[in-house]
């Protein structure tokens, strides 16, 4: 949703200026005949008795500029604040652009005809049709990493309110076996593929990935203070820098009243991932990149567990095609998954390379399907994983005040100044303008430099998106569950055993559990060396493996498929999954890679996290 029309706010601004000119005039001269009777601004002014004229003055046209809007609800809370919240406020209102503001807010509530898409034409590559193309991209991708040709931007500014915590959303811990949490699990990612790049370096020490991490003023502290407490997670602190995107106010859906969330504070939300290219800008960290002679830059979210930073075979394929924008995509799940699909937006005679938001695209679009296929036509979904060469990058930093607004209605909480409380709505009571950060493709110097990267979903899609619940998508049950069932196809791929203990509720249901477990444990003593020397006690094995099993070793039941058949029991069902529940550390392997020498033929009893120092299984 486009909210910029630059001529009229020219004009109106123009015209708001000369009001507020005439009043600032008005109000000096005032000053010597009496008060401006007007209640709102009377509740300000006897509030400031030692304010010099001047000082009064400017915070008359501070006022205006909110009053003439509707908006003088601001200063309400003004009176009861001390002179650091007064202060603060101002800051905070100064930063504002309330006219912008209004004008986008009466754009977003007029109905507005669907934009005119269709299916994406442009190039596709699909790595997995190809062996010997994934590995001559990766190849490259690994070179460009060894020279330092490759930096990383992760997109953190959200906190994990749907998630019922109010850290940011890289501190949350999913539940996986290893209790990392996501920006952990990204780290040691990034400090492997470094370890990968540094192979092909001439000097290995020197192999640099700069990990650049986008927060907003909620985050960027306890974000801050969370890699310095984990000492960088092993990466070296130069290559770990953060910078803060910009924030706007909250409008009341309803009214569009700015909304405050204290006497003294306007309920500011993050500027939207879109609001990259300006922080890059004004944090000077293009700057930076550019000093360090960065030529590809990889941007992706954080509320992914399977994330690839800096994956080498998708930069590969960026370079080696010679394209400027590269999209990873996967197949939608249904019509109706919250993702954005990538498409051809027509304007005119243009047709841009561009991705539509779930929020708008009508559900009708959105269920299109091929006539001959079934499949659906719009069914590339963008997964907030984008690959762009460093000179794009500063294309749209020198462009990005021609970034489109769009809105999102959330849940906002509100500052009610009849009952001094902070009221947190249970439905969704609040506009929030943001930017996107793929709403830049089509600034591409051709059409055909911008293509999609296609993955497989469970290889490198687990979203941590919304609370815990019984068949909610997108949480952080759903997100261990997929990422444990690539772990666990990985290991069974290398030659690994793995066992899982059968939950006690199974048994209870199960009249044949004993003669099971009886042939689970024969099977066990004739496959698995490792595990028939634990059952006899052999003084090799560490004795609290040895307590942790004891009788639950006659209840082991292999797995040998990594994919786990739905139970019509749900109880059971989240049972056996969690007690199935795998993990790899990501500095044994980044990608699967090498795993054959470090697990096959050994056992492992889930849940476990294969890492680096106990690669020996049982």
Known sequence: MDGSNKAGDAASSADLNKQLARLFVTYTQWLSTGPIDDPDWLRVETSEPKLSATEKAQLFKLFTRFKLHNQ????????????????????????????????????????????EIEPFSGSVFDPSTDTKQRKAWRAEGLRLLADGKIAVILLAGGQGTRLGSSRPKGMYDIGLPSKKSLFHVMAERLVRLRKLASALALDPSSVSIPWYIMTSESTMKPTAEFFKEHNYFGLPETDVIFFEQGQLPALEMKTGAIIMDSPGSVAMSPNGNGGLYAALRDSKVIDDMRRRGIQYVHVHGVDNVLVKPGDPTMMGCLATNQLEVLNKCIEKRDASERTGVMCIRKQGDHRLASIVEYSELSPSRASQRHPHTNELLYNMANIANHAFTFDFVERCVARCEELPWHVAKKKVAWYDFKTKELIQPKTENAF??????????????DPSKVAVFVTQRWEEFAPVKNADGFRVADSPQTARWISSELARQRLLAAGAQLYRIKTKKEEQLNPKAAEEAEKAKKYLKRES???????????????????????????LVPVVDSHLPSIDDAEIDIEIRESCLAEISPL???????????????????????????????
């Open 588 to 618: 044994l392997a980044y990608d699967g890679e090498g795993l054959e020498m470090a697990v096959s033929g050994k056992a492992f009893i889930l849940p476990c996290n294969v890492d680096v120092s106990d690669a020996n299984g049982i």
């Open 432 to 445: 929030k303008q943001e930017m996107f950060v793929f709403d830049v493709f089509h600034w591409a110097s």
């Open 529 to 555: 060396a490792e595990l028939n020397a634990l059952m006899k006690q052999d003084p090799a094995i560490p004795e609290d493996k040895l307590r942790e099993l004891g009788e639950a070793a006659s209840r």
């Open 72 to 115: 003088a609800h601001v200063f309400k809370g003004w009176p009861q604040l001390d002179p650091h919240q007064r202060q603060r406020l101002t800051e905070q209102l100064n930063e504002i652009d309330v006219q912008s503001l209004v004008n986008k807010y009466n754009i977003f509530t007029k109905p507005r005809p669907e934009e």
